[in-house]
């Protein structure tokens, strides 16, 4: 069954709004997860790794004042993209990592439309 | 040059054919390699796992990796039209403070009944 649960998997919202993506680890308690998005017909770009207990870790050219990530607690990281545009509109998926072997299990998925 | 390249494809095989999946990394100090399937419009799930030169076989699937060449491809016998799917390669390798992972674009597969 699945490891890692993502909501929701689909959203729609209006420009200027803010909408937030929950994931959690069900099968380990995971102090970094990870934080993709995926435009159509492109590869998975990393966003940002979670850290339980601090900051996240923005990759480059990611706003992090766009894409607040939060991890309080060892099986919860949220990602809320704040006053969203259509540009925003992608595929988002989070994962966490399995210990001692580098494998990544990933969430369902949130694909985020904004109007 | 990018980090992880793959051929976009698409590779079309026929029904019950071997499909070769290819794959070519940057990073000499990359560590660990992973071969992903994505449908579409889902998220990627892990197939195959590789951290040594040689083969390394699971079910209908086989991995291969050549460090000295820089390359790693997946091999899939008796291709099912379920095997349909994007496939990423994936690379683990160091990074600030730790390691990252790196996908390639992928390579779309069609597998034809």
């Known amino acids: 069954g699945a490891v890692v649960s993502q909501h929701p998997s689909w959203v729609i919202c209006k420009s200027g709004t803010s909408v937030k993506i929950e994931c959690r680890s069900l099968d380990f308690q995971a102090t970094t997860m990870f934080w993709y998005r995926q435009f159509p017909k492109q590869s998975l770009m990393l966003m940002a790794t979670s850290n339980e207990g601090s900051k996240a870790t923005y990759e480059q050219g990611v706003e992090k004042d766009k894409f607040l990530i939060n991890h309080a607690s060892l099986t919860l990281s949220t990602l809320t993209v704040t006053s969203a545009h259509p540009e925003d509109s992608s595929f988002y998926i989070c994962?966490?990592?399995?210990?001692?072997?580098?494998?990544?299990?990933f969430g369902e998925g949130s694909r985020l439309t904004v109007l | 040059q990018k980090e992880v390249e793959q051929n976009s494809g698409p590779l079309s095989v026929p029904e019950g054919a071997i499909a070769s999946l290819n794959c070519t990394y940057s990073d000499r100090g990359s560590q660990s390699f992973f071969w992903y399937r994505q449908y579409s419009g889902k998220s990627p799930e892990l197939i195959m796992s590789?951290?040594?030169?040689g083969d390394k076989e699971d079910g209908r699937f086989t991995a291969q990796l050549n460090k000295a060449s820089q390359y790693v491809s997946l091999l899939i016998r008796d291709s099912q039209p379920s095997d349909s799917a994007t496939y990423l390669c994936?690379?683990?390798?160091?990074?600030?403070?730790?390691?990252?992972?790196?996908f390639g674009a992928g390579t779309r597969l069609f597998v034809k009944a």
């Open positions: 994962s966490h990592r399995k210990p001692n072997t580098g494998e990544l299990f």
């Open positions: 994936a690379v683990n390798g160091p990074h600030t403070g730790g390691f990252k992972t790196i």
């Open positions: 590789i951290y040594s030169n």
